[in-house]
């Protein structure tokens, strides 16, 4: 990821000037678990890193200085001792196959002093034999080998991988200090709430993809699947195609807003209103089971499980939990 210096985001300073800190005085480990909450720029961070780590003349603030030949092949992706490891497919698992490969490929003889470099991301995708194989990799690493991995989910990680590595977790910024960087960005953060704008960094990849139009899509979508205008099979399907993670957020600010207005808080505007009127006939103590679902369809997105089926099964109960609602009244 090549990150243009504008968007090296202002609550990242503490943090990196105690990683180069680290790296300057040699205390920085093989293993860097890199972490944090989603949005708040991981991968940002975790590629500064790479860049000073590798850059052969790095700048007095620690940053690499952009010029250098390691730079120069790093900005083109074209570096011979930088190795990445990352699922075969999206939301899949890495597996046991692709780390054997990827650790080989680190005890190659470096074409640079600095040595080599391994990015994983995210981490918590390995496969339990994947990440027993890494293992041997995190205690027995090559000379002058450093490996990131990246992942918003620590508690996901086989403990013994997490042990042989050295933590640093990301921070969120304050919602104003997360308002100035996104403008500066040239978002117009009017009517961002407070939970969007600890994730900065989602806010911009919505921006990037047309979240607004989609999230309209999927409301007209949930909102005829609730009305019976169209069946639950495929909206699933056309719900499986879009970005998980966008959908994800979607989905969760859409279960919270529909809790709100069945409690009777209308301050949330942002449901449409068909939805809104099945929010306010709704009992919550029904609903809640819902949101149980929720959240774990969020824990299945970083699984092996087939992602139509477990949206076909959100919905499919979501209209048992109106049926419930229904059959009270």
Known sequence: MNTPERAVPPWHAPL????????????VSHGLLICGPPGVGKRVFADRVLRALLCRERASSGDACGTCSACRQVKASTHPDISRLMPEETGRQIKVEQVRTFSRRLYLTPQYNSGRLGWIDPADQLSPSAANSLLKTLEEP???????????????L????????????????????????LEGQGVDTAGLDADSLRSPFSVLAQRQQGYDEQARAWDETLSAVIRNREDVSSAAERMAKQPADLWLDWLYRRSSALMSLALGDDSDQSLAEPLAQVARKLDPAVFQPWLACVADASRLSRTNADWQLVIESLLLELKVCLKRRSAAS
């Open 16 to 27: 990196f000037d105690h990683m180069i800190q680290a790296i300057n005085d040699d205390r």
């Open 158 to 181: 086989m403990a013994t991988v997490r042990s042989r590595c050295q933590l640093w977790r990301v921070p969120s910024p304050t919602p104003s200090v997360a308002r100035e960087w």
């Open 142 to 156: 090559p000379r002058s080998c450093h490996l990131l991995l990246l992942t918003s989910h620590v508690s996901a």
